[in-house]
């Protein structure tokens, strides 16, 4: 008998515990389908509204700047440097001497040279001068004429020797690295320095054969990252030939370059400029989702499941609903949509990282960035 209330006794124990945990999962299984039922809970984004604007017509492309005018400066002779009048990135005026070749025997050999031809002349002088009188020939006369033109010929020849190993910049401009140094043998042909002209620059830059493109049309160059290098001038070069490869036409265009913001060979993004004015819908560019498979967008819809939860802090819960989007020009902080949306249309613009198709949402700008067409970052 004792063993059997032993037995009863631990029947009713585990029995007990079996329903308590019965109960435990029943419950977590419920709470689990409510949650399933009710999906997550809504994210907090930043929304804004897609705008109707007007922008200036424009052909986008990108270029590299170019120098008006630019040589390397070489020489034309043999020699030793004996003087260096210039420094690495001076501004030079035109005729400005650069460099000295040694030229002492050159200049010793005029020296000898003017001599004889003051010889020459002399003798030519008192030929003529006997002439008159009879005492010569005129052959003798023609003979001393035609010593004094040979002396004088040599010492032109020997002036401009001399002056071809004095370099001289050919224009104004910027110099840029020496490349030579002091007592240095240079051969024919060896590059001192390069010169790029200041006074205006060109941008080179190419376009699809489909394109207008006229003489006299305006272009904007900016740099990308530097808002403050943006510089204007006007179409002055067409190519005649289209590229057979890329099928794209050669353009060139002149800007002024009064602040010495544009170097050659930068980098820089061509906006060429046509006389109207473009409805676009443009959308913060933080509103886009760049993906492989298409670009898209989530717009703020009201719930259609009747559900009235609330955000944190009593906001209405929206839907939002993802969009494919086709884009256009970027400029500033928008990005044109050409397809997909439509203006006055609510859209993320922050948090849509965390977001799916259809994702419940609350809105909080509280913290929402204002986009600009011309915005100035502070430098941090």
């Given at each position: 008998?004792?063993?059997?209330?032993?037995?009863?006794?631990?029947?009713?124990?585990?029995?007990?515990?079996?329903?308590?945990?019965?109960?435990?999962?029943?419950?977590?299984?419920?709470?689990?389908?409510a949650m399933a039922e009710s999906g997550p809970p809504p994210e907090a984004?930043?929304?804004?509204?897609?705008?109707?604007?007007?922008?200036?017509?424009?052909?986008?492309?990108?270029?590299?700047?170019?120098?008006?005018?630019?040589?390397?400066?070489?020489?034309?002779?043999?020699?030793?440097?004996?003087?260096?009048?210039?420094?690495?990135?001076?501004?030079?005026?035109?005729?400005?001497?650069?460099?000295?070749?040694?030229?002492?025997?050159?200049?010793?050999?005029?020296?000898?040279?003017?001599?004889?031809?003051?010889?020459?002349?002399?003798?030519?002088?008192?030929?003529?001068?006997?002439?008159?009188?009879?005492?010569?020939?005129?052959?003798?006369?023609?003979?001393?004429?035609?010593?004094?033109?040979?002396?004088?010929?040599?010492?032109?020849?020997?002036?401009?020797?001399?002056?071809?190993?004095?370099?001289?910049?050919?224009?104004?401009?910027?110099?840029?690295?020496?490349?030579?140094?002091?007592?240095?043998?240079?051969?024919?042909?060896?590059?001192?320095?390069?010169?790029?002209?200041?006074?205006?620059?060109?941008?080179?830059?190419?376009?699809?054969?489909?394109?207008?493109?006229?003489?006299?049309?305006?272009?904007?160059?900016?740099?990308?990252?530097?808002?403050?290098?943006?510089?204007?001038?006007?179409?002055?070069?067409?190519?005649?030939?289209?590229?057979?490869?890329?099928?794209?036409?050669?353009?060139?265009?002149?800007?002024?370059?009064?602040?010495?913001?544009?170097?050659?060979?930068?980098?820089?993004?061509?906006?060429?400029?046509?006389?109207?004015?473009?409805?676009?819908?443009?959308?913060?560019?933080?509103?886009?989702?760049?993906?492989?498979?298409?670009?898209?967008?989530?717009?703020?819809?009201?719930?259609?499941?009747?559900?009235?939860?609330?955000?944190?802090?009593?906001?209405?819960?929206?839907?939002?609903?993802?969009?494919?989007?086709?884009?256009?020009?970027?400029?500033?902080?928008?990005?044109?949509?050409?397809?997909?949306?439509?203006?006055?249309?609510?859209?993320?613009?922050?948090?849509?990282?965390?977001?799916?198709?259809?994702?419940?949402?609350?809105?909080?700008?509280?913290?929402?960035?204002?986009?600009?067409?011309?915005?100035?970052?502070?430098?941090?």
């Amino acid at each position: 008998m004792r063993y059997l209330v032993t037995i009863f006794g631990l029947l009713a124990v585990i029995g007990g515990l079996v329903y308590v945990k019965y109960s435990q999962i029943a419950s977590l299984i419920s709470m689990g389908e409510a949650m399933a039922e009710s999906g997550p809970p809504p994210e907090a984004v930043s929304t804004a509204v897609a705008g109707d604007q007007q922008w200036e017509a424009s052909i986008p492309a990108v270029g590299t700047v170019a120098s008006s005018k630019g040589v390397a400066i070489s020489t034309e002779v043999a020699g030793v440097v004996s003087a260096i009048q210039f420094t690495s990135g001076a501004t030079v005026e035109k005729g400005a001497v650069l460099l000295q070749l040694d030229a002492r025997v050159e200049k010793a050999q005029l020296s000898s040279a003017q001599v004889r031809r003051n010889l020459a002349l002399t003798t030519a002088k008192r030929a003529r001068a006997l002439a008159a009188s009879g005492a010569t020939s005129q052959a003798q006369i023609d003979a001393d004429e035609s010593a004094w033109e040979s002396a004088t010929a040599e010492v032109e020849v020997l002036k401009a020797q001399i002056a071809r190993k004095t370099i001289r910049a050919p224009f104004s401009g910027r110099l840029g690295i020496r490349e030579v140094d002091l007592g240095q043998y240079l051969n024919p042909g060896t590059v001192l320095t390069t010169l790029e002209s200041v006074e205006g620059v060109y941008v080179d830059f190419d376009l699809p054969q489909q394109e207008q493109v006229t003489l006299g049309m305006k272009v904007r160059v900016t740099v990308t990252g530097r808002p403050d290098f943006t510089g204007h001038g006007e179409v002055v070069a067409i190519d005649p030939k289209v590229d057979p490869v890329t099928r794209t036409t050669k353009l060139r265009a002149t800007i002024t370059n009064a602040d010495d913001d544009f170097h050659p060979g930068m980098f820089v993004n061509v906006a060429l400029l046509r006389n109207e004015q473009v409805p676009v819908v443009a959308v913060p560019a933080t509103a886009i989702v760049y993906a492989t498979y298409g670009d898209s967008v989530f717009v703020i819809e009201p719930a259609t499941d009747g559900s009235s939860a609330t955000g944190p802090d009593g906001q209405t819960v929206m839907v939002a609903r993802q969009q494919f989007v086709r884009l256009g020009e970027r400029r500033g902080d928008f990005v044109a949509v050409t397809d997909g949306v439509a203006a006055g249309q609510e859209l993320v613009v922050a948090g849509a990282f965390k977001l799916r198709n259809n994702a419940k949402v609350y809105i909080d700008n509280t913290k929402v960035l204002t986009a600009s067409l011309t915005p100035t970052p502070e430098n941090r």
